[in-house]
C-alpha cells in the first residue's frame, strides 16, 4: 500500500494545506480523498523511481503512487509520501557546495 | 517568500534550493542538483532572449543564495505567478500563447510539462509556464510528460510559422552562442542547437515530444 499526500505551500510559514491524499493498494481502483481530489491525476506519465521507465497508473498502480513525488514537485503543489510497504531506495547524493565562506 | 525591493515594492516567490532536491528523480531525468537550478534559471534568461511573448509566458527566476535556508548553496528563485493548474482551458482560450509555449518546451528540451507545470489565469488571459528545473535535456534523457507540446501537435499545429522560422534562426545565431553555451554543458548546448536545426530542416515542423537530439 502506498499513501500519498498533496500540499499546496501556503503563502505564510506553517500555512501549507494538505489538499488531497491517495491511498493505493496493488491494483485496485485508487482511493482519493481531500477538498481537491481533482488535482490527482490518474492520466499523468510518471518516471518510474524503480525503474526509470516512463508509466502510467495502468502499468503498475502502486508504483505509479510512488513514483508521483518526482512529478508533483512545484512550488505550487507538491506530493509526499506517507507510506509505502515497499519504498524505492532514495540515494542520498552528494551536497552540492559551491563557494566556501570566508569569514573576515 | 517575500520580496521587498529598494523602492519598496513587493511580490512573493518561490525558492528551490539545490540541496533540497530528491537525488533518484534528478538521476532518472539526468540532471543534477547544478543543472537543475540553473536550467530553472537559464529557461528565464532564454525567454528574455526570444523577447516577447516568452518573456510573459515564462515566470522570471534567477539564481540565489538564501543562507538562512542553505549556507553552502544556492536555489532557484522564481516570481509567483497567479492562475490554476490542471486546465487545458488555454488551449482554446489563448491559442496563440499555447503554440510558443510548444516551441518553447520543444526547444528547450523540457523534460516533464504535466497539467501541474503550467498556470492558467482565467481573469489576465495568460498562460503561466512553471518548473524548468527538467529541462535542457540531451538526446538520451527521459521525457515524462509533453503536454503542450502534444497538444499542439494532436491540432495539427506542426508547421512552423514565418515568426517562429525568424526566431529559431535567431537563436542559431545569437541566443545559443551568447546566452546559453557558456552556462550550458557542451553535450546540453549541442543538443539545444540540434532542436532547432532539426526544426528549421525541411520541412520545417516542431519537434515531436521527447525529441531532445
Known amino acids: ?94 551536497r552540492l557546495v559551491v563557494r566556501q565562506r570566508v569569514r573576515g | 517568500m517575500r520580496l521587498r525591493s529598494s523602492d519598496g515594492v513587493q511580490a512573493r516567490a518561490f525558492f528551490k534550493p539545490a540541496n533540497g532536491m530528491r537525488q533518484r528523480s534528478l538521476e532518472l531525468f539526468g540532471q543534477t542538483r547544478a543543472s537543475c537550478v540553473l536550467a530553472e534559471a537559464l529557461a528565464w534568461r532564454l525567454a528574455v532572449a526570444l523577447g516577447a511573448p516568452y518573456t510573459d509566458l515564462v515566470a522570471p527566476c534567477v539564481l540565489r543564495f538564501v543562507e538562512t535556508v542553505d549556507m553552502d548553496a544556492p536555489g532557484a528563485m522564481s516570481l509567483a505567478r497567479p492562475g490554476v493548474d490542471e486546465s487545458y482551458a488555454p488551449a482554446e482560450r489563448v491559442p496563440a500563447q499555447w503554440a510558443a509555449a510548444a516551441l518553447f518546451d520543444a526547444l528547450s528540451g523540457q523534460q516533464d510539462r504535466h497539467c501541474g507545470n503550467w498556470l492558467w489565469d482565467e481573469e489576465d488571459l495568460a498562460l503561466h509556464l512553471i518548473d524548468h528545473g527538467y529541462s535542457f535535456a540531451c538526446r538520451s534523457d527521459h521525457c515524462a ?50 532542436r532547432a536545426q532539426a526544426m528549421l530542416a525541411p520541412p520545417r515542423v516542431i519537434l515531436r515530444e521527447g525529441a531532445f537530439h
Open chain 1, 1 to 94: 500500500m502506498v499513501h500519498v499526500e498533496f500540499w499546496r505551500p501556503g503563502r505564510e510559514i506553517d500555512r501549507s494545506e494538505c489538499v488531497a491524499t491517495l491511498t493505493q493498494r496493488g491494483r485496485e481502483a485508487p482511493k482519493i480523498e481531500g477538498r481537491e481530489p481533482d488535482i490527482v491525476d490518474l492520466d499523468r506519465m510518471v518516471l518510474s523511481m524503480n525503474t526509470g521507465r516512463t508509466i502510467c497508473w495502468d502499468d503498475d498502480p502502486e508504483e505509479w503512487a510512488r513514483s508521483l513525488v518526482g512529478s508533483y514537485r512545484s512550488p505550487y503543489l507538491l506530493a509526499e509520501i506517507v507510506h509505502d510497504d515497499h519504498p524505492a531506495p532514495e540515494p542520498t547524493g552528494k
Open chain 2, 145 to 194: 510528460n509533453s503536454e503542450i507540446l502534444r497538444v499542439r501537435r494532436e491540432r495539427g499545429g506542426l508547421a512552423l510559422g514565418d515568426a517562429e522560422i525568424d526566431l529559431l534562426n535567431r537563436t542559431l545565431e545569437e541566443v545559443e552562442p551568447l546566452v546559453l553555451r557558456r552556462i550550458l554543458t557542451s553535450s546540453r548546448s549541442r543538443s539545444f542547437r540540434a
